[in-house]
């Protein structure tokens, strides 16, 4: 009896040895990935990134496109920025009230003039760098949007999970419009580390069920875990039709794990000559402590 | 007076005995019964001469009387019997083997399918059978089927390890796959690495790219006909392989002899039991059953009922915490087939076959995770029926074929279930279910105008009906070859294909989550031109071919989609649908040699495939994901010995065109707490990857011939030179440096495989 249950267990220690070794086999001899010729290099052009601060400011953050190779999420933003920052550039905004030249401040970012923008009236930008060319767009600044009511709290899923609740309702200006919610959550310790993607929650409105009427709902920051005492900001936008496609392509592409796997995407644009995105938005921004 | 009119009798008894023909029919086999086709026969005195069908049946017309008949068919002994024709006669001939072949190693009772090949009026065609296909080392030592045609010309595979056909510039969406009459609807097991096809039921596969006869249609690209044995047995017949990703059985059993029998076959991996054995979990496996009942209950009529279903299932729960609250993932995707096939003999030389099919496709996926779930599933499903009616010897040396094709296809697209906090980023949607029905009616008429030259003329009509939408497209089908000299060739043909199903895709790699969907108001069918001139030569002693072949074909109406779409759980990919032009065109060479102790085949493709949609691109053409301009094989196989073989695979391709990011860009995120970076692609397509090229080897021992159990070990190595051959482009980041680089990885290495076959 001993015996047969000794040979059964070499038996089987033989039978498991083959196995393994012919697993190894199998998943041991990954070839080594070839080296790429012939990579079209890309074309410098100027990127613009507008954004209005809610005391009339705004800033146009000018850079230029750069190499697939020269960066990714885990370099350094300032240096980056450093490295692809405009600062020979003339900007110029022309509205109904006459032409603005915005001052350039640091590290690419051009603005400092309080500007009367009116709500429904167009806007042209104009960007003359020596060394990139001319680019221009035209926007038209979109109503600021006003939450009638909104609150924040944490949600407990019953399992390991806390997530931020929102609840909140405005009134739609009449006509067709597109709105952006935004979470993000504010911490001291890494908001430097997440500059380079910080991957807030975005979410999109389209008003064409409720025109002219109030809406609200509530929604779950996911997948987001919060914790008591967490800040976080909440703003609502009324964008343009142009950049409401243009989040909406983004986030219909959150999926797209594997780049090889996935279709290309030129993401659009409103800069003639240029990338990026020439918004004129105010949003209302509101902030919470969760408790 | 009386002798007038004696004279006038007996003269009209002469006349009327010289118009009385005989029609004398048969069949042709060889002594382990499989079906001869193009085999020779001729009648003597009368000098009458046929040809064999591809059932191996034959008809000829003649005088009532005393007559010679021979039958004569390469690698086989001339067959004469003297026979007394008075009536209608039926006679069915048995072939033997020339003594000599049984002294070289080669496959006993292979049909001469280049024989076939060159005599057909097709061009783009060609054939493989069961024991061409076990030969070939492939990925994992599995013989396959779509790996094997993947080494022929005009047919270019997608990625490393996948089962996507290419055919002249199509899409993987643009070939019918047709088993036993029945459409499969994804060909892939293990995500691609292996088809759906068992090799152990296979009797012949015959792919056409070209020239497609008017009973074919449904896919612009190419058409893979599929037949599984039909023959009835002897006798019990038992096989199998064992292999290191599969192993399956086959059983064939007669039932009443020479009327009845069937056979059953199963395939299953196992690579989920090897995995465990380690002490891990992989909870994935897949399986295939194949069924055939085969009954002849008169000399007239014979009936096949098909079964296949197969399926592939994982079913992951990983409880990290071991808390009871884990991440579940199963997926479960399947196809099943069910056919019906009565062929008859009817009178005046007509045959009929009409067959009835289903067939159906499926994929469920399901994902928990707490409170969350997300559930989403999609199927196909087809009902249909085919008609053929074909008349030998019309007008003389023609032959007619006439027949209506209707398919109900049901198809419930996209089905997205999510509960729980993921649906604040998914919420649930469907795309609504749809029912569409094919209609096609068909005819073709093949005949001699001269000696030397043979034509075939046909029209099909198809009609797609979807809701209140109707399409109605013309196919008119024209082919010819001209018989330059006995060995030697010229053909030319041409095809106008229609399609009204589409798969939605990725178009750089297909999935088992894809789905079909078919034409609707917005969507109007694919259609594509084609013209292919050949010139082929035919060495039949020595069973050697060489065929020359160019092809241009024009395509309309493509699928395609907008640019950033996502079709990963995406039911509104409607809107997203574009629809644009394409061409292709090329040269294709082919050398075969199928008997004898060396086989094999070189063959070589130059191809250009370009695309042109004016929503991206700015509406300019560019070249298409797989426009790879070279490819070429040899494959090898020698028997040095009655009981050793080796072979081997060499395979050459141009590298897959791709579009990496080539730069990238900020904006100011939303939040305004930082900047989001945004990928700048290259043009489409525009980069090409490094070419592939792959060694395969083998080396094949089987038991002595003769012998009641028969056995064979299959030990070889796939990619024998352990090179990536490339997939994509990534970034990557150096180890050492941090420095990013781009790089093209593989998916397999050097892959080593034995295989244990049996059969008795």
Redesign the interface.
């Known amino acids: 009896m001993k015996m047969g249950s000794r040979a059964f267990d070499i038996r089987k220690i033989i039978l498991n040895t083959i196995i393994v070794s012919t697993m190894m086999i199998l998943f041991g001899c990954l070839p080594e990935p070839l080296d790429v010729d012939g990579v079209p290099v890309v074309k410098p052009q100027l990127v613009v990134s507008t954004q209005i601060i809610p005391d009339q400011s705004v800033v146009v953050l000018l850079t230029k496109t750069f190499g697939a190779l020269d960066a990714s999420d885990d370099s350094d933003p300032q240096a980056l920025l450093d490295q692809i920052s405009v600062e020979d550039a003339t900007v110029t905004i022309t509205g109904p009230a006459g032409t603005y030249t915005l001052l350039s401040l640091d590290n690419g970012a051009y603005g400092g003039l309080v500007i009367p923008f009116e709500a429904g009236e167009q806007y042209e930008l104009k960007v003359n760098s020596e060394l990139l060319g001319e680019v221009s767009a035209v926007t038209t600044v979109m109503p600021r949007p006003t939450f009638e009511s909104i609150k924040a709290e944490l949600y407990y899923t019953g399992f390991d999970d806390t997530l931020a609740q929102i609840t909140y309702n405005f009134l739609d200006t009449p006509g067709r419009n597109w709105y952006m919610l935004n979470v993000q959550q504010i911490e001291r310790d890494d908001l430097l580390d997440d500059v380079l993607n910080p991957n807030s929650f975005m979410k999109l409105v389209d008003d064409a069920e409720f025109d002219g009427l109030p809406y609200g709902e509530s929604f779950r920051v996911f997948p987001r875990d919060f914790s008591p005492g967490d800040t976080i900001a909440v703003s609502l936008s009324n964008i343009s039709k142009d950049y409401y496609d243009f989040i909406q392509l983004r986030l219909d592409n959150r999926f797209s794990f594997v780049e090889y796997l996935s279709e290309p995407i030129n993401y659009p644009s409103n800069i003639k000559g240029g990338r990026g995105f020439f918004n004129l938005y105010v949003p209302d921004i509101r902030f919470f402590v969760l408790e | 007076m009386l002798k007038t009119l004696l004279t006038y009798f007996f003269l009209s008894i002469a006349f009327s005995c010289l118009c009385q023909t005989i029609v004398f029919k048969g069949i042709v086999r060889d002594t382990l019964g499989e079906k001869l086709p193009l085999a020779h026969l001729t009648v003597l005195p009368d000098s009458l001469t046929t040809t064999t069908d591809e059932n191996g049946q034959f008809s000829i017309r003649t005088s009532p009387g005393e007559k010679l008949i021979q039958v004569t068919y390469v690698g086989y002994e001339v067959f004469q019997q003297a026979v007394l024709l008075n009536s209608d006669s039926i006679l069915s001939i048995t072939l033997k083997l020339k003594v000599d072949q049984l002294k070289e190693v080669v496959i006993r009772g292979q049909r001469n399918t280049l024989q076939e090949i060159f005599e057909s009026n097709q061009t783009s065609t060609n054939v493989l059978t069961q024991d061409e296909i076990n030969a070939i080392p492939v990925l994992g030592g599995e013989a396959d089927v779509i790996k094997t045609l993947q080494l022929l010309p005009g047919t270019i595979r997608g990625v490393e390890g996948s089962s996507d056909l290419f055919v002249r510039g199509g899409a993987a969406d643009q070939n019918l796959v047709l088993l036993d009459d029945a459409p499969i609807y994804n060909t892939s097991h293990l995500f691609g690495f292996l088809s759906v096809f068992n090799v152990d039921v296979l009797d012949r596969v015959e792919a056409i790219n070209g020239g497609f006869p008017a009973s074919y249609g449904g896919r612009l690209s190419s058409i893979l006909d599929v037949k599984t044995k039909s023959n009835i047995p002897d006798k019990t017949h038992i096989s199998g392989d064992i292999g290191?990703l599969a192993s399956r059985l086959f059983i064939e059993q007669p039932i009443v002899k020479e009327k009845a029998s069937f056979w059953i076959a199963g395939r299953r991996t196992y690579i989920d039991q090897?995995?465990r054995?380690?002490g891990e979990e992989l909870p994935y496996f897949f399986y295939d059953l194949n069924g055939k009942i085969i009954l002849k209950p008169s000399a007239n009529d014979r009936i096949e009922l098909s079964h296949y279903s197969g399926k592939d299932l994982l079913d992951l729960f990983r409880d990290r915490n071991n808390d009871g609250?884990g991440f579940l993932t199963s997926y479960s995707s399947g196809n099943s087939t069910q056919s019906l096939r009565w062929s008859r003999n009817l009178h005046q030389n007509w045959f009929s076959t009409v067959s009835l099919l289903r067939t159906k496709y499926y994929y469920d996926i399901r994902n928990a995770f707490?409170?969350n779930e997300l559930v989403a599933s999609s199927d196909i499903e087809d009902y249909g029926t085919r008609i053929l009616i074909q008349k030998d010897s019309l007008f003389g040396s023609g032959t007619f074929k006439t027949g209506i094709d209707w398919t109900r296809h049901q198809v419930s697209p996209n089905i997205i279930n999510t509960a729980g906090?993921?649906t604040?980023?998914l919420e649930s949607s469907s795309t609504a279910g749809k029912v569409a029905n094919e209609l096609a009616v068909h005819f073709q008429y093949e005949w001699s105008p001269l000696e030397k030259w043979r034509v075939a003329i046909g029209m099909r009509g198809s009609m797609a009906v979807v809701g209140q939408k109707q399409y109605v497209n013309p196919e008119p089908r024209i082919s010819t070859r001209i018989a330059l000299r006995d060995d030697e060739a010229l053909k030319l043909s041409y095809s106008r294909m229609t399609q009204y199903l589409h798969r939605i895709s990725?178009?750089?790699?297909s999935s088992p989550t894809d789905i079909w969907y078919p034409v609707t108001e917005s969507i109007r069918p694919q259609t594509a031109h084609q013209v292919a001139l050949a010139w082929q030569k035919n060495f039949p002693s020595q069973r050697i071919f060489f065929s020359a072949e160019g092809y241009y074909k024009t395509m309309n109406q493509l699928i395609g989609?907008e640019?950033?779409?996502?079709?990963?759980?995406?039911t509104d990919f409607e809107s997203s649908l574009i629809q644009g032009k394409g061409k292709a065109y090329g040269l294709e060479l082919l050398l075969r040699k199928e008997a004898g102790k060396f086989t094999g085949w070189l063959s070589y493709t130059l191809s250009w495939s370009w695309r042109q949609f004016d929503e991206i691109n700015t509406g300019q053409w560019f070249p298409s994901r797989y426009d790879r301009r070279h490819n070429g094989a040899v494959v090898a196989q020698y028997a040095f010995h009655k009981r050793w073989a080796v072979s081997m695979v060499w395979e050459f391709i141009s590298g897959a065109r791709?579009?990496?990011?080539?730069?990238?860009?900020?904006?100011?995120?939303?939040?305004?707490?930082?900047?989001?970076?945004?990928?700048?692609?290259?043009?489409?397509n525009?980069?090409?990857l490094?070419n592939t090229h792959r060694l395969d080897m083998g080396i094949k021992f089987k038991s002595k011939p003769g012998k009641k159990f028969q056995w064979s070990w299959f030990v070889g190595v796939y990619?024998g030179y352990?090179?990536?051959?490339?997939?994509?482009?990534?970034?990557?980041?150096d180890e050492l440096d941090g420095?990013?680089?781009?790089?093209?990885?593989?998916l397999?290495?050097?892959?080593?495989f034995i295989n244990y076959g049996f059969k008795f």
């Open positions: 290191l090897v995995i054995v380690t609250d707490e409170e906090t993921i604040e980023i990725n178009s750089a790699v989609y640019e950033g779409t996502n079709l990963f759980l995406n791709f579009t990496p990011i080539i730069g990238q860009y900020v904006v100011l995120a939303p939040t305004l707490t930082g900047v989001d970076l945004l990928p700048v692609y290259s043009g489409i525009e980069v090409t490094a990619n352990n090179r990536a051959n490339p997939i994509g482009i990534t970034i990557e980041q420095s990013l680089r781009y790089r093209q990885p593989g397999f290495g050097l892959l080593p």
